[in-house]
């Protein structure tokens, strides 16, 4: 049965900056809009920023998990996502390249290369959203403590 996911966005013009919110009770996420004012500070993460982060967060965890269920819990995993958008509007992202650097006792490289591509290619929903616009690239770096 296919899940239905709902996350609300207000504007707060006060602020310029949307508030968004999910399943989570009391939980919200700024986001930047449009200022008025060009020298306006950021007040949030740009909405396109925040499909990074969500690409970023969900392949994590997907890896973080799969190495649990592996008896191989991780120390820490740190994504950085980058995205290339298109010089016409909408300016949508045609490549994403998204670095780990996953740091753990005794990790094999092998092992997390195929845990990586278990969340890169099957479940990291983010990501399979995002696949047929864009092109996605991975590297990994290994630290082992």
């Not at 994590?60 to 290339?84: S, Y």
């Not at 290369?113 to 991975?138: G, K, N, W």
Request: overall charge positive.
């Amino acid at each position: 049965m296919a899940r239905m996911r709902t996350v609300t966005v207000v504007w707060d013009p006060g602020a310029e900056r949307f508030s968004a919110t999910g399943t989570n009770v009391g939980q919200h996420v700024a986001m930047n809009a449009p200022h008025l004012d060009p020298e306006a500070r950021p007040t949030g993460f740009s909405p396109a920023e925040m499909l990074l982060a969500g690409a970023g967060a969900c392949a994590a965890w997907d890896v973080v998990e799969i190495m649990r269920k592996k008896r191989r819990p991780l120390h820490g995993i740190e994504v950085r996502v980058q995205g290339r958008q298109t010089e016409r509007a909408p300016h949508a992202y045609d490549l994403l390249k998204l670095h780990f650097t996953v740091t753990g006792d005794g990790l094999d490289e092998a092992e997390v290369r195929r845990v990586l591509r278990l969340s890169l290619d099957r479940y990291c929903s983010v990501l399979a959203t995002v696949r047929p616009a864009a092109a996605i690239e991975e590297t990994v770096e290994i630290r082992n403590r």
